[in-house]
């Protein structure tokens, strides 16, 4: 079984900076694909913000956080990083990490849909004030 716990939310003005973090464990088989995603107050879905392939460090990232968030992976550690910078009061959300194996047969959009993740750490919130 694989767990996820992430840390590293809080409050911050707009403009600046947060790192969160995402410890793994479990099956490594399991979570080939990590991803964070966000869910803002009021909306139903979670929305995919950024995931990386273990194996080729390939990522991909939501349109609205492009150039603003990096993520990356410490395979030592067993841990994926969200660090995100120029933030706007808009990315304010429940944070969360999400793994699963089967991202092969998946395209770039696909790797950002919720349904697709079997695996979900428990989330960070993230406020951002204007």
């Known amino acids: 079984q694989v767990q996820l716990v992430e840390s590293g939310g809080g409050s911050v003005q707009a403009g600046g900076s947060l790192r969160l973090s995402c410890a793994a464990s479990?099956?490594?088989?399991?979570?080939?694909?990590m991803a964070w995603f966000r869910q803002a107050p009021g909306k139903e879905r979670r929305e995919g913000v950024a995931?990386?392939?273990?194996?080729?460090?390939?990522?991909y990232y939501a349109a609205s956080v492009k150039g603003r968030f990096t993520i990356s992976q410490d395979n030592a550690k067993n841990t994926v990083y969200l660090q995100m910078d120029s933030l706007k009061p808009e990315d304010t959300a429940m944070y969360y990490c999400?793994?699963?194996?089967?991202?092969?047969?998946?395209?770039?959009?696909?790797?950002?849909?919720?349904?697709?993740?079997?695996?979900w750490g428990q989330g960070t919130q993230v406020t951002v004030s204007s």
């Open positions: 995931r990386i392939y273990e194996g080729s460090s390939s990522t």
């Open positions: 999400a793994a699963d194996s089967r991202c092969g047969a998946w395209n770039d959009r696909v790797s950002l849909y919720d349904n697709n993740y079997r695996y």
């Open positions: 479990g099956p490594a088989y399991l979570r080939g694909c």
